[in-house]
């Protein structure tokens, strides 16, 4: 392989240059982010970060330079004998091994010391094959899913968090509840195998809460082979309410009045969020669409405790369909008109 053509650099170029270039190549090309790419897309990615990782080593590289892939890789060229020699008589490449990493550990820790990425991560697509050390000869796992116990893990990624939905209703995002949820998780285990764990978590829903708020579990998410414990965000969201609608820190009432209250005054009682009755008194005339501000009976203001929004109560008059000649006389006489 042309690991120069693969990156789209020329053989001058430096260490910045094959960051940039492999950065792009692999956002385009990661499975994750190229889905419908199939196989070509977890092949073109594996042949790019292979370049990148052999350039991107001043030993790989300058094996790679001077004798190709097959000398990278131990491997005597086409219509030569042998490569235990170079041409000055010193010893060549031959006692060197190059075995290519695991894509997704290269593309994680490039993208990890340079800058983090957003697209998921939820399963290992490469599982290179056990190699042997040139050094003792013993098999190893390529993957850093198998290492052995005690083996630092301060370099490995951590995942995204698994976000799920906590519906509320609005009562209890204005009082505050306590819930009880059970999780699921997959758990990958030191042989491998991954399993599946159960928990019960006790869930604390704070008065005022709105739609939106997240609120996350430490470790709570999957644990993925080669990867840190993902964290679990349970994010609100809100059901839909008979009476009152949430509008920044203010509750929204639309009250429906017959004309013969809208012109003469009335009473209304409202059940509040937290099962008070609240009576308001209606004294001037009332207009279609007029409000009344209600101060302090709104949305709890979660910075500003014991403070609250305001209650506005939104009027529908409600016109008589139809008046009898008596009726409209009468009107006429009290109105004066």
Known sequence: MDYYNILK?????SLEDLKKSYRRLARTWHPDKNPTGGAEAEARFKQITEAYEVLSDPEKRAIYDQYGEEGLKGMPPPGSQSRTATASGSSGPSNFRY???????????????????????????????HRT???NG????????????GTSTSHLEKPPPVEKTLLCTLEELYNGTKRKMKITRNVAKSDGKVEVETEILQVEVLPGWKKGTKMTFPNKGDTLPGYLP??????????????Y???????????????????????????TLDGRSLPVRVEEVVRPGQEIVIENEGWPIRKEPGKKGSLRIRFDVAFPARLSSSQRAAIRRIMGS
Do not use: C
């Not at 340079?114 to 094959?129: A, E, H, V």
């Not at 013993?138 to 116990?149: D, V, Y």
């Not at 993902?230 to 009476?243: C, E, G, N």
């Open 99 to 129: 075995n290519p990493s695991d894509p997704d550990d290269i593309f994680n820790e490039f993208m990890a010391s340079n800058k983090p990425y957003t697209f998921g991560q939820d399963r290992r697509r490469f599982q290179p094959p």
């Open 138 to 149: 013993r098999s190893e796992a390529s993957s850093s899913s198998q290492k052995e116990p």
């Open 230 to 243: 993902q964290d679990l965000t349970f994010v609100i969201d809100m059901k839909p309410h008979d009476t």
């Open 133 to 135: 050390s040139a050094v």
């Open 9 to 13: 650099v020329n053989r001058n170029a």
């Open 245 to 271: 609608t949430l509008e920044g820190n203010n509750l929204l009432v639309s009250q429906e009045i017959p004309l013969v209250d809208a012109l003469a005054g009335t009473t209304i009682n409202l059940r």
